[in-house]
């Protein structure tokens, strides 16, 4: 059974909302992550509903059924695999793929995301730290630490990212962090939480705690 673009964003969207205790997702999150009119999500939820992909009751939350899980799951192996094959194989940036993922993500062809997966190496993290789920649809989420969890004097490695959006990306660029790195907090401004912090025992410099929020760590 094939899914459109849109039934599929909504998958994907209530996997990430309901989080990993599979909470139910309100209609009003929905149409707020959407950006769409209660009235039209309704609609779309209905349409999943009966095809079996979500538990959906009127003026309740939803929930994904066994076989939505599944979809959500794929979509994301997709978009994660199809990401590092941006970056590695086409010298993308990790600041550029993310929409060209979006995109490349619905291509329902099961026989090219598994060459795919073979021809990268089946790789385990996307250019981003994000785990990709294996092909039976396993999706094991790493206990990372956010930055602002760690204390001065520690050191750890930069392991992933919350926020995606380019213009973060960029300034993780300029700033010299990417993944992999070996950060030490030396000080942290009582005031603004803003922290110093040393690279690669190298340079040191200051981060905001928008910035120290969006990143995921590791102690090593
Ligand atoms: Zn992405």
């Known amino acids: 059974m094939q899914n459109s673009f849109t039934e599929e964003n909504y998958l994907k969207i209530i996997h990430a909302l309901s989080g990993r205790d599979g909470l139910e997702v309100s ?5 707020e992550s959407t ?4 009235a039209s999500v309704t609609d779309m939820l209905r349409k999943l509903a009966e095809k079996g992909l979500i538990h959906y009751k009127k003026y309740q939350g939803v929930r994904l059924t066994e076989s939505g899980e599944k979809v959500a799951i794929n979509v994301i ?3 994660r695999l199809w990401e590092v094959f941006l970056v590695e194989k086409l010298g993308f940036g990790w ?3 993310h929409d060209i993922a979006e995109e490349l993500e619905h291509i329902p062809s099961d026989h090219l995301v598994e060459r795919l997966d073979s021809f990268l190496g089946h790789p385990r993290f996307d250019p981003h730290g994000d785990p990709i789920p294996d092909a039976k649809g396993n999706l094991t989420e790493p206990d990372y630490l956010i930055l602002t969890d760690v204390e001065i004097g520690e050191k750890v490695r930069m392991m992933g990212v919350l926020d995606h959006a380019p213009s973060f990306l960029q300034h993780l660029d300029r700033a010299g962090i990417t993944l992999g790195c070996i950060l030490e907090i030396k ?3 009582e005031y603004d939480k803003s922290a110093s912090v040393q690279i690669e025992d190298k340079q040191t410099l200051f981060i905001s705690l928008e910035v120290s929020k969006n990143l995921l760590v590791q102690r090593r």
């Not at 209609?27 to 149409?31: F, G, R, S």
């Open 27 to 31: 209609t009003n999150a929905l149409a």
């Open 77 to 79: 192996r997709k978009h």
């Open 35 to 38: 950006s769409t009119r209660a």
């Open 187 to 189: 000080e942290i401004n």
């Open 95 to 97: 600041d550029e793929v």
